[in-house]
């Protein structure tokens, strides 16, 4: 059970304050063996995630650590999982019998995997998401799959880099008439999609550079100076190909955004 769960029973009366206690106190510490410590009380706190970082683990230990997250708090981000091993986590955390959905992005290795009676909530927010090349969308989609499980829809648009900024226009437009909190822009070689965004929008705007490109800029080095560099306003910059990062924090914004316009109209 779930904290929101155990709120709600507390609420109509189907569970008495010792009963709760009892809860919580389960609840609040959640060991994964000797190798993880969940923060099972995250989403409640911060309205994030629980995002396993696999690309150091052992397959076996990230479908441990993603199936216990589940369980408590009934969804899970699992990023950069190893490709030798991208099947055999799928397969381990949503193999035929079981009850967890797993959502996969283009390009990606990154998944939501969540328990099917549980799908992540709507939060009625929205972001943009804009990937200035085809080997930028891994990245962008990081954005995309985090900011779906905290609740906000995503507004996608890739292969619009500054090489035909034309089309970047009509896109933004639309981005902007669905009323977006925030857009994370993702671009490698030299990164000058994002600041071209920001002068063109009223919205925050965060930057991911990318790890691609040749020579100096190929490890995005170059992309992450120039987004730093920016003399465009309104511009924050996150580390290179930190999907997760911009996602989360566009998400977070929106969501704020939202709840705010909510409780106005109440």
Same mark, same amino acid.
């Given at each position: 059970?779930?904290?929101?769960?155990?709120l +709600?029973e507390?609420?109509?009366g189907?569970?008495?304050?010792?009963?709760?206690r009892?809860?919580l106190?389960?609840?609040?510490?959640e060991?994964?063996?000797e190798?993880?410590?969940?923060d099972?009380?995250?989403?409640?706190?911060?309205?994030?995630p629980?995002?396993?970082?696999?690309?150091?683990?052992?397959?076996?230990?990230?479908?441990?650590?993603a199936?216990?997250a589940i369980?408590?708090?009934?969804?899970?981000?699992v990023?950069?999982?190893?490709?030798?091993?991208?099947?055999?986590v799928?397969?381990g955390?949503g193999?035929?019998k079981?009850?967890i959905?797993? +959502?996969?992005g283009?390009?990606?290795? !990154?998944?939501?995997?969540?328990?099917?009676? !549980?799908p992540p909530?709507?939060?009625?927010a929205?972001?943009?998401i804009?990937a200035?090349?085809t080997s930028d969308?891994?990245?962008a989609? +990081?954005?995309r799959?985090?900011?779906?499980s905290?609740?906000? +829809?995503?507004?996608?648009t890739y292969?619009? =880099?500054?090489a035909?900024i034309h089309?970047?226009f009509p896109?933004?437009?639309?981005m902007?008439q669905?009323?977006?909190g925030?857009?994370?822009v993702?671009?490698?070689?030299? =990164?000058?999609?994002?600041?071209?965004?920001?002068a063109?929008?009223?919205?925050?705007?965060?930057?991911?550079? !990318?790890?691609?490109?040749?020579?100096f800029g190929?490890?995005?080095?170059?992309?992450l100076?120039?987004?730093l560099?920016?003399?465009?306003?309104?511009?924050?910059?996150?580390?290179i190909?930190?999907?997760?990062?911009?996602?989360?924090?566009a998400?977070?914004?929106?969501?704020?955004?939202?709840l705010?316009?909510?409780v106005?109209?109440?």
């Open positions: 059970m779930d904290l929101q769960a155990i +709600e507390f609420a109509k189907n569970m008495g304050i010792d009963r709760v009892k809860e106190a389960i609840h609040s510490i060991h994964v063996g190798m993880a410590q969940l099972v009380g995250r989403d409640l706190r911060r309205g994030l629980e995002v396993v970082y696999a690309e150091g683990k052992k397959y076996r230990d990230t479908i441990a650590i199936l216990s369980r408590a708090r009934g969804q899970v981000v990023s950069r999982i190893k490709e030798q091993d991208y099947e055999k799928l397969k955390i193999g035929r079981s009850n959905c797993i +959502e996969s283009k390009n990606s290795t !990154t998944i939501l995997a969540f328990d099917r009676t !549980t909530k709507t939060t009625g929205k972001i943009g804009v200035a090349g969308i891994g990245v989609e +990081e954005a799959l985090v900011a779906r905290m609740g906000c +829809e995503s507004v996608t292969d619009v =880099g500054i035909g089309r970047l896109r933004l437009k639309e902007l669905q009323d977006v925030a857009i994370v993702v671009a490698g070689m030299e =990164g000058a999609l994002a600041s071209a965004v920001a063109l929008v009223d919205v925050p705007v965060i930057g991911v550079p !990318t790890s691609v490109g040749y020579g190929s490890d995005g080095i170059a992309a100076a120039s987004m560099q920016s003399c465009t306003l309104g511009l924050a910059v996150v580390n190909d930190n999907g997760i990062g911009a996602g989360a924090f998400a977070s914004i929106a969501n704020k955004l939202a705010k316009t909510s106005k109209l109440a």
